[in-house]
Each structure stands twice: as C-alpha cells, then as structure tokens.
C-alpha cells in the first residue's frame, strides 16, 4: 500500500523545467545591443566564420529595421535547446521575447561551441510583433466562442474532478486497482483555443483526464486536450462504490453460553 501511494505522489508530482544558459541568454542580448547600434565588428568578433561573411553593412541595416531604440523594458526567454555534437561541438538555439512600451522584439540566436570551448553565434533572426495582437492571438477569453469551445472547457473541468473524486472513494473502499485506474483517460480531443481547430487520437493515455498548454511565442493559442475517464465511469456503473462483501464462510461468533429465563441454574 505505501509503494502504491508513493507511485501516484510521484506521479502526480510536477518537475521544474531546467533554466537556460545564463552566459548563452547574455551572449544574445549582447548581439542584439551590437545590431541595434550598428557595430558590425563587435558581432563579428563572436560570429562565426560562416556569418561573418554575412554580417555586410546592408544586412546589418535591414536588421535594424526589425529594432526599437532604447532598452527593453523587460526580456524573457520563451525556449531553448541544445544539441551535442561528436568532436566536442555543441549547438544552442534560444528563442527570447523583448518587451517594449508598444512593441515586441522576437529574437532567435543559434550558437554553436568549437572544438576549442568557445561560443560563437552561427546565426541571428529578429521580428517585431504588436503587444496587442500577440494578446489577442495567444489570449484565452470567451468571446464568439462556439458550443464546441464551452463543451470542451466544461468537459477539462468535469474530468479531473471526476477522476479525483473516483479516486478518493476508491482509496476509502480499499479498490486499489480502481483507485490507480482511475486517475487516466483514453483517447484525446485537442481544441486550438484561438482557431477552434480539433483533432482526436485513439491511442492516448493522458492523467486526470485533461491537461491545457500553451507554446513559448506571444502569438502562440492555448490548446485543450480531454480524455475519456473510462475507468472512472466504470468504477461508478458496476457500483464498486459499494462496501465490499464479506468472504463466504465468516459467520459471527455466538455466545458460548446461552441461557433463557425459564431454564434453572
């Protein structure tokens, strides 16, 4: 029994994602101030060889287009990967969002590391994106939303509950099958929040019952997926709520004496 519950707190258990690269997410930025001042030196002192040859001064201006003057008011990191490579090389994509009063700067850097443990910035991607437009795209609201959308976000809050309550009176009436088969769902129907695009999948397994997501870039839709609690519902139809029967061949014990009131002592 404690094996089983430490499998489920594990289970349910969330993992904090890994941060990126301190020096890498600095590295970036720092490419971004040398293009936003136009010193093309400076970005190719930590350029690569292939890039280098990239970095003209008409580049560098049409880069510039795709600036805001000034500091960022705030910048995150939105996604990062890094890829090993044999020989000691390694690739570092990072993907950041820089904040401005009435703009937003998307900024794409890839790195690479030599052979030799140095870093170089192998290529460079910026845009802008209205602050207004990036809610309005990645926003969750619900407004001129279809009977689709409510059907889909009661079923996401129904699910789970569901789930977990079937769980707690299967926990109670000592059903440990059921209490671990209850916490899942089958199949998956995915809703793009924004589009109201859909897609459903047969071979799924997903816990509780339901889960939401969201992708690191400002324009990114919410997406919400419900599974089928299966388990769950049977537990309810068959009525394993109920107490379990007692073992056949238990009886209660009777007294060893018994004496009625017209019988002598």
């Not at 795209?137 to 689709?148: H, V």
């Not at 049977?234 to 004496?259: I, N, T, Y």
Request: aromatic share 10%; net charge neutral.
């Amino acid at each position: 029994m404690r094996f089983v519950l430490t499998l489920v707190l594990l289970m349910l258990a969330g993992c904090s994602a890994p941060l990126a690269d301190q020096e890498r997410v600095d590295q970036s930025l720092r490419a971004y101030d040398q293009v936003q001042n136009g010193d093309v030196e400076g970005l190719k002192a930590q350029s690569t060889q292939a890039l280098r040859t990239q970095l003209t001064p008409a580049a560098i201006e049409e880069l510039q287009t795709f600036t805001v003057a000034g500091p960022p008011q705030q910048t995150k990191v939105l996604s990062w990967q890094t890829t090993r490579i044999a020989g000691g090389e390694a690739s570092y994509e990072l993907f950041q969002q820089l904040e401005y009063e009435q703009s937003l700067v998307l900024l794409s850097t890839v790195m690479v590391r030599t052979s030799s443990g140095e870093w170089q910035i192998n290529g460079i991607h910026l845009n802008l994106a209205d602050p207004v437009q990036a809610r309005a795209a990645g926003g969750f609201t619900l407004e001129n939303k279809s009977p689709l959308h409510f059907g889909v976000l009661a079923a996401a809050v129904l699910a789970p509950l569901l789930c977990l309550g079937t769980f707690g009176v299967a926990l109670w009436r000592r059903r440990w099958g059921w209490m671990i088969g209850s916490l899942f769902g089958f199949g998956q129907l995915a809703l793009n929040w924004s589009t109201g695009a859909w897609m459903f999948q047969v071979a799924n397994v997903a816990l509780l019952g339901a889960g939401f997501f969201k992708g690191p870039g400002p324009f990114d839709a919410w997406v919400l997926t419900v599974s089928l609690p299966i388990p769950a519902i049977l537990f309810w139809a068959l009525r394993r709520d109920r107490p379990k029967p007692e073992k056949p061949g238990k009886q209660p014990v009777a007294s060893a004496l018994s004496l009625s009131d017209d019988e002598p002592l």
